[in-house]
């Protein structure tokens, strides 16, 4: 059964933060708002916690999963970026936007696409979200929480609480949470592509 946590949005309290950093220690999947709907998030590395977000959203090998960072000074550690695309993203973080890049060596191959070698990254505008960054020292690896047959991502935390009670480890609500996914744009080739149009305004990448 999925622990559920209750944070303040503005000053999200501590001890329950650590409480979930301890879950995510100890190979936990939990699920927690943004600034664009919620998302499925486990540790850098967490190989049983990836194959748990395809099962619940019956995603495939070639799935690209997020590294949501707090900073974008911490991105040139897990991904690679020219002059261009390091100006390009600079200039759209924080934001609601996940762009697709060439990732490095810390990034473990599992959590790579398996023939592009890419993963995504994004930098949130989320105070829960940031302080739980904070709190556990690194990026959480992340897919948005989209069920299968669901029109629209889940937005909701004690809805997200009884329809995955069993599935996943915890719920972290902060009341707050955005509606709309992020603009997905692959910017791992020559020219970039918008993936998905979201909450970000693709104009500047088409």
């Not at 505008?125 to 669901?150: F, K």
Request: with cysteine; glycine share 10%; net charge negative.
């Amino acid at each position: 059964m999925a622990q559920y946590f209750d944070v303040h949005p503005q000053n999200p309290q501590p001890r329950a933060l650590s409480q979930i950093s301890h879950i995510l220690d100890g190979g936990g999947l939990v699920a927690y708002p943004t600034d664009s709907c919620y998302a499925l998030g486990c540790r850098l590395g967490n190989a049983e916690g990836l194959e748990r977000i395809r099962r619940i959203r019956h995603l495939g090998d070639r799935h690209h999963f997020t590294l949501v960072i707090s900073e974008f000074s911490q991105l040139g550690a897990f991904v690679e970026m020219d002059n261009w695309v390091f100006r390009a993203v600079k200039a759209a973080t924080p934001g609601p936007y996940t762009f697709i890049l060439r990732a490095t060596r810390e990034v473990p191959r599992m959590m790579q696409h398996p023939k592009k070698r890419t993963i995504g990254v994004r930098v949130p505008q989320h105070r829960t979200t940031l302080a739980l960054l904070e709190t556990i020292g690194q990026p959480l690896v992340s897919s948005t929480l989209l069920l299968p047959g669901h029109d629209e991502p889940l937005v909701d935390g004690w809805g997200i609480k009884e329809l995955l009670d069993h599935e996943i480890d915890a719920v972290l609500d902060s009341g707050d949470c955005g509606t709309e996914p992020t603009t997905v744009v692959d910017l791992s080739g020559d020219e970039p592509e918008v993936l998905r149009v979201g909450a970000g305004d693709p104009a500047q990448f088409e």
